[in-house]
């Protein structure tokens, strides 16, 4: 049998920083650094080989042009490699997952995140284990097909697909989770994988890479309160385009006339509106109260259980590359990449 190959794609992050002896914070350092740390990468029964950005990123300064990028390296390398592993901080890691998931289409070969909450460096790391389940991960496969063909995260014991994650714990090893969608696979002494929620839908399809992403999207999360000028600034930014609201519980919004009518305003100019809710689990059904019928009869999108982070990048994604408004509309009440339950 061929033997398998396995690209690391180093961007950033905890994972391989080390501390700056000037400023005492942590700063990105070279792949050189994190393969030392883990000799096991020498140890497998597949190749793996890494590209390095240069200059690496914490993930705060993650963008959508680093975004093409990313996928750019993919694209050629797709032929070569068997899958991917990007080592990238844990910050913004589950935006770049959902904009991955959207700009990779048909894909087949994996194409896992990771990172850690503590550097290779130091004793206690998360980021060892880590990126070697993460490779055990891109490398599985059954009769030559790859067991997991998305674009995922993998983190601490569980793998998720990518567009459902969330990154909600700044100090546990368990970083990230995924509450409306089932893991793909846990790892403990064996790696589970639970295929029945494994995409494999697509493995007919030529695989397409998006290299286009539109940022003229905004989010707008309401709160208790909320100034009639803010709302007013967010859905009149000059050459936005649609804007993420951020509702309560199952999509529900203030109805005070002036917030009624800033939105009605927004729809009637062409804006578009794609309700989320800001609960962690669960979905938006704007006709299950008054306060949600009101976004729904103004033409506000629902976003089902979509996490922001896809409803973020799923627009800018349509915006780029779909033909005309109604196109985009369309596509957002469809399950491109399984963000969404339908
Ligand atoms: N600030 C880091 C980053 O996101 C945090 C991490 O990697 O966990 O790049």
Redesign the pocket.
């Known amino acids: 049998m061929e033997e398998r190959k396995i690209l690391i794609i180093y961007t950033?992050?905890?994972?391989g920083?080390v501390i700056d002896p000037e400023t005492n914070s942590?700063v990105?350092f070279d792949f050189e650094n994190v393969s030392k740390h883990v000799p096991e990468l020498r140890r497998f029964d597949f190749q793996v080989r890494s590209i390095s950005f240069e200059p690496l990123?914490?993930?705060?300064?993650?963008n959508p042009e680093i975004w093409i990028k990313l996928v750019g390296i993919i694209e050629e390398n797709y032929s070569q490699f068997d899958g991917f592993v990007i080592l990238?901080?844990?910050?913004?890691?589950a935006y770049t997952a959902s904009a991955l998931s959207f700009m990779l289409s048909n894909l087949k070969k994996p194409v896992i995140l990771t990172?850690?909450?503590l550097p290779l460096g130091t004793i206690r790391t998360d980021g060892k284990e880590n990126l070697i389940t993460a490779l055990e991960i891109a490398a599985a496969q059954k009769n030559r097909q790859a067991l997991v063909p998305e674009v995922c995260i993998y983190f601490k014991d569980k793998l998720f697909r990518g567009n459902r994650t969330t990154?909600y714990n700044?100090e546990h090893f368990h970083?990230f989770r995924s509450d409306n969608y089932p893991p793909l696979a846990e790892a403990g002494i064996h790696i589970k994988y639970n295929y029945p929620y494994i995409r494999y839908t697509m493995l007919n399809g030529t695989f397409r890479v998006a290299k286009k992403m539109d940022t003229n999207v905004a989010l707008l999360r309401i709160f208790p309160g909320i100034n009639k000028d803010v709302v007013r600034a967010i859905l009149n930014a000059p050459n936005i385009k649609a804007v993420v609201l951020e509702t309560y519980g199952s999509g529900n919004a203030p109805t005070k006339k002036w917030f009624l009518e800033a939105i009605k305003e927004a729809v009637d100019k062409g804006l578009i509106i794609l309700n989320v809710t800001q609960c962690l689990a669960g979905s938006v059904e704007m006709w299950r109260y008054e306060t949600g019928v009101h976004l729904l009869e103004l033409g506000v999108v629902s976003g089902r259980d979509m996490t922001t982070e896809a409803a973020i990048t799923k627009l800018m994604y349509l915006l780029a590359n779909a033909d005309s408004i109604e196109e985009v509309k369309t596509n957002l009440n469809k399950s491109l990449q399984g963000e969404i339950y339908i």
């Open positions: 950033g992050g905890t994972i920083m942590l990105p990123v914490d993930s705060s300064d993650m990238h901080g844990t910050d913004t890691m990172g850690s909450q990154k700044a970083a």
